[in-house]
């Protein structure tokens, strides 16, 4: 298989920096390759817009001499850069300072077995064939309502690439993966107000895309119901998180736990481990092994494995996100989360998107946020949002220019149910979210 | 040696290029029925260097190279990239990229004049202005006498990134630019622990020109002292405010709200489209009259400077606001052209594999008449926002979020106790109609802002004098 060739050659180059850092004075070294190939193609009032071709490389090395640590990187892959990429990176480890805790992964951590996850789907489409499919996906958004007034258009992308990691343990693996996606963007207007929304569906295997009318005629239902919002005013009441949101919550908590910031003593749950969270019925972990999910990979970032594990079981705190370096300074194990964490899912309760409005009873529904508003260091949270008004389950009226505030600590605390309305399409999967409690200001 | 020549010399030599290898590539775009081409030729050279717990944690380097080739008729623009500077490689670009016109037309022939513009910054590589032991020593000696500051500080990180960048701009007119560009920053977190609560503070800075500016007047030591104070600052913080209030902006960073409630609004492509809560509203009232903004990519040495822009326009000073009034927006070439004005020097990219579009350089508004003292004398109940972090715009609706850094209270004229985790909400389009005080103590920001957009990230620079808003939505948890 051609393929299988590009790999090989792409391995024999990861072997080359390898054996260059090792000549050239490296006591221990770390490289990574990647190629990707792709096609975007927007599509905008019926016609195309924008053909991009796409075609990057890159390469990237970390020399270690002793405790001390250089990195180096470069997009031209030839044999003279090769050796100029290796001298850069010996050239900072000489400066920096002696870390004892610096070096690579422990040899017994790294991965020894490559089971095939099902990443790599290549899509043969030419520019016309997704010109056609963009075209079709923003014609059922402009054609779903009168009030759907003009457009951003809609996208087609589909990427292929290889990555090759390996290190002087001897550690060296490459595979091949691909990612598709569809998008589209549309304009409403009613009166003075001018409403933009969007959806988009991303998968491994083009088949598993959602249809391109499907994303178009969301993305119009979705920007025609947010047409005339209004202001809240000041008040504290529940929170429900719509699954597309409530993935933001979760990436705070890895952030918390994540041990960059824990060894830093930044993390707002610093000393938690073994200790409750969440409250008692709320389970997350992490499911590196889902054959074509986005988030699979039998290794890290450093070749270490990943491993299907809690991360928090029964409210409580099992287990931080680290990487070799942080777990060192934590006297810890790397969890083999060196670049972040694989198919993080929290288990779903077990009402729909309705049946959790019905719970939310009367509150916000929040679909979209806005802003950095959140203190790693003390967990303090304050976004800027928009929604829905609820009252007794059912939609009242589209919300903005509101902002919902609270500390994450007390909101983990807080939640009081989890949907099952799964959002699959990012590396955090999780239903709806709602918190019994937070605080609204508005006019 | 003029940039022209020094580009070619970074950039074309080492391809063994000629100016006659892209006219062979512009020739074979122009083959095609395009009403605009352009090559993008680009090499970069970054470093960066991080000091934590007190050692020199590591040091990157990288090198990058590559071309971008577009064709654009209409609407409608064809793109292709590569980071082989090769001649058949970008003769295949641009094959690909022509096919995005279906029609031939007879060849048409460009032959490139060089053009040199008015340059606003200087040309040396910042990563050479001082020797790698001299950079270590620098960082060395703001770990320690930062951390002499307080004995709550805990923690201190310290970053310094260098940037040498040089392009080269080919376009269908025989216009042949080219620039280079140096950019430097250096940033200092701290970490303050007292009684068992912990906050953090930063401060940074920078500009285009090289590392040597950190010694000038201690620049460096005094990241290290603001940052210090920004932390024991909210050490002290109670829970902010919920609800409208009076909101007093601080100058400097804070300018922040003008590049997102308004200057993202004001990018030519949104407008040309109609997606823009400001679409269509030039020579309208959008602000009081107390308002004048500007884009101004001239500043010498600033962050968001750009002697031309990635097609090759020299930028400009774009009066956006006028004593209120919308006057225009901040153009590139194909919006310019399809809205029938003239490209503002705005159109930029991150890199040769991205497409330029509109964005914007140094933003700011003009000075006013007060005194930044008497503006917070005449607010009776409110908040003084003086730092922020970041900030977010829905350009369609016009909403704009930012967060606080370092809030104030304000009551009886006077500033009271510092807030934490304030976050601000409003309207663009109407938020410069309630600004009713302007400070005469304009202040463009140190040189640490990166804006967003289209997943494509840019150096620019913000600044206002201290601003009174009458009514923003603050959103804080005390209610």
Not at chain 2, 301 to 327: C, F
Request: hydrophobic letters at 35%; one cysteine or more; charged letters at 20%.
């Amino acid at each position: 298989m051609q393929n299988q060739d590009e790999i090989n050659r792409l391995t024999a180059l990861v072997q080359l920096l390898l054996d260059e850092a090792k000549e050239q004075g490296a006591s221990a070294a770390e490289a990574g390759l990647s190629i990707e190939n792709g096609l975007s193609v927007t599509a905008r009032m019926g016609d195309v817009e924008t053909i991009e071709h796409h075609c990057d490389q890159g390469l990237g090395v970390t020399v270690y001499i002793g405790q001390r640590k250089g990195s180096a990187s470069t997009n031209d892959l030839s044999e003279a850069s090769i050796k100029e990429t290796v001298t850069a990176a010996l050239s900072f480890a000489r400066y920096a300072s002696e870390d004892a805790y610096a070096g690579l992964p422990e040899a017994s951590w790294l991965a020894t077995e490559f089971p095939d996850l099902d990443l790599y789907h290549p899509w043969t489409l030419n520019a016309d064939q997704a010109i056609n499919m963009a075209i079709a996906c923003e014609d059922a958004a402009r054609s779903y309502h009168a009030d759907i007034t003009n457009s951003e258009g809609a996208s087609v992308n589909t990427h292929q690439g290889i990555r090759v990691l390996g290190n002087s343990l001897g550690f060296l693996h490459g595979y091949a993966s691909t990612r598709h996606s569809m998008s589209c963007s549309v304009l409403g207007q009613r009166g003075d107000s001018m409403q933009r929304d969007y959806w988009y569906s991303v998968a491994r295997d083009a088949a598993k895309l959602e249809s391109g009318p499907e994303i178009g005629r969301k993305a119009a239902e979705r920007t025609i119901r947010r047409l005339e919002g209004r202001k809240l005013s000041t008040r504290q009441c529940p929170v429900l998180y719509a699954a597309e949101v409530a993935s933001g919550l979760l990436g705070s908590l890895i952030g918390a736990i994540s041990g960059g910031n824990l060894y830093r003593k930044s993390s707002f749950l610093l000393d938690m481990l073994d200790q409750p969270i969440f409250p008692e019925f709320i389970h997350i972990h992490e499911q590196p092994y889902l054959p074509g999910a986005l988030g699979s990979a039998s290794f890290d970032a450093e070749g270490v494995v990943t491993r299907t594990r809690d991360i928090v079981a029964d409210g409580i705190l099992k287990s931080y996100v680290l990487g070799t370096y942080s777990a060192r300074k934590l006297g810890m194990q790397s969890t083999g989360n060196a670049g972040g964490v694989h198919n993080l899912t929290l288990d779903s309760g077990a009402d729909d998107f309705n049946g959790m409005l019905a719970r939310l009873g009367t509150g916000l529904l929040v679909t979209e946020l806005m802003g950095q508003g959140v203190n790693m260091v003390t967990g303090d949270y304050s976004r800027g949002a928009s929604g829905f008004w609820v009252e007794n389950g059912l939609i009242q009226y589209p919300v903005e220019e509101i902002t919902i505030a609270g500390n994450l600590k007390q909101m983990f605390k807080n939640i009081v149910a989890v949907g099952n309305d799964v959002d699959y399409r990012g590396n955090i999967r999780t239903g709806s979210l709602l918190i019994e409690r937070m605080s609204i200001a508005g006019e | 040696m003029d940039r022209l020549t020094q580009a070619r010399q970074s950039i074309l030599a080492p391809a063994g290029l000629q100016d006659s290898d892209i006219e062979k590539i512009m020739n074979s775009l122009l083959s095609a029925q395009v009403d605009a081409a352009d090559i993008y030729f680009q090499s970069s050279h970054f470093e960066s260097w991080v000091m934590e717990s007190g050692i020199i944690k590591e040091g990157s380097h990288s090198i990058e190279k590559g071309a971008g080739v577009r064709a654009v008729a209409g609407e409608k623009t064809g793109f292709a990239y590569s980071d082989r500077i090769e001649l058949p490689v970008l003769m295949e670009a641009a094959n690909n990229v022509k096919a995005i016109v279906r029609q031939g037309q007879e060849a048409r022939s460009a032959l490139f004049k060089p053009s040199h513009s008015q340059p606003y910054y200087g040309t040396s590589n910042p990563l050479k202005s001082l020797a790698d032991q001299q950079k270590v020593d620098l960082l060395r000696k703001v770990d320690s006498e930062t951390r002499k500051l307080d004995n709550r500080i805990e923690e201190v990180i310290i970053s310094l990134i260098g940037a040498h960048d040089s392009i080269l701009v080919a376009s269908q007119d025989g216009q042949l630019t080219a620039d280079i560009r140096p950019l430097v920053r250096m940033n200092v977190t701290v970490i303050v622990v007292q009684n068992g609560r912990r906050e953090q503070g930063s401060m940074g800075g920078g500009g285009r020109c090289d590392y040597t500016m950190f010694f000038d007047e201690d620049k460096a030591l005094d990241y290290g002292k603001e940052a210090v104070r920004l932390a024991l600052v909210n050490l002290e913080a109670v829970e902010a405010p919920a609800g409208n209030m009076t909101v007093v902006l601080g100058s400097g960073w804070p300018g922040i709200l003008l590049h997102e409630a308004i200057g993202h609004g004001l990018e030519g492509d949104f407008n040309r489209k109609g997606t823009s809560a400001f679409s269509g509203r030039v020579g309208e009232r959008v602000g009081s009259s107390l308002c004048t903004v500007v884009d101004d990519g001239t500043l010498p040495g600033r962050r968001g400077s750009l002697s031309i822009d990635d097609e090759g326009t020299p930028t400009e000073n774009t009066v956006l606001i006028e004593n209120g009034i919308l006057k225009g927006y901040m153009q590139d070439k194909l919006n310019a052209r399809l809205m029938g004005v003239s490209p503002t020097g705005n159109g930029r990219r991150e890199s040769y594999a991205h497409l330029p579009m509109p964005r914007m350089t140094n933003t700011y508004m003009l000075p006013g008449a007060h005194d930044a003292e008497e503006i917070i004398r005449s607010v009776e109940k409110g908040l003084f926002a003086k730092n922020f972090g970041g900030g977010q715009v829905d350009i369609t609706s016009g909403k704009f979020v930012f967060s606080a850094s370092e809030a104030y209270l304000i009551e009886n004229g006077k500033l009271t106790r510092p807030v934490k985790g304030a976050t601000l909400i409003g309207n663009g389009p109407d938020v410069l109609t309630r600004v009713s005080m302007v400070g005469n103590d304009l202040q463009l920001d140190s040189g640490v802002g990166t804006c967003g957009k289209d997943g494509q990230s840019v150096p620019v620079g913000v600044g206002q004098p201290t601003l009174k808003i009458d009514g923003l939505t603050v959103g804080g948890t005390s209610i």
